[in-house]
């Protein structure tokens, strides 16, 4: 299991990733992708929430945090949810 410390040092590495990893310019690729609406993170957080939970609520809060919640969801997932 992780600790406090380390699970806090996953998150601010991610978000750093993030953070950094802007471009200045806009390409065309970067265009299609924001103009596009729900991302890839976005639909499978959505459906992992949804069949864990049955709820509109929580699969709707974890569509907004998409890629985090799906890292989230394979760490700590079930036996029973692994196929």
């Given at each position: 299991m992780m600790t406090k410390a380390k699970f806090y040092f996953f998150l601010f590495f991610i978000f750093s990733i993030q953070a950094f990893s802007q471009e200045t310019e806009t390409t065309p690729i970067i265009q299609t992708v924001i103009s596009s609406g729900f991302g890839l993170g976005t639909v499978l957080a959505v459906v992992t929430s949804w069949e864990r939970n049955k709820?509109?609520?929580?699969?709707?809060?974890?569509?907004?945090?998409?890629?985090?919640?799906?890292?989230?969801?394979?760490?700590?997932?079930?036996?029973?949810?692994?196929?």
């Open positions: 709820s509109v609520l929580l699969a709707f809060l974890h569509g907004i945090f998409s890629w985090l919640y799906v890292i989230y969801f394979v760490i700590t997932r079930k036996k029973s949810e692994r196929k």
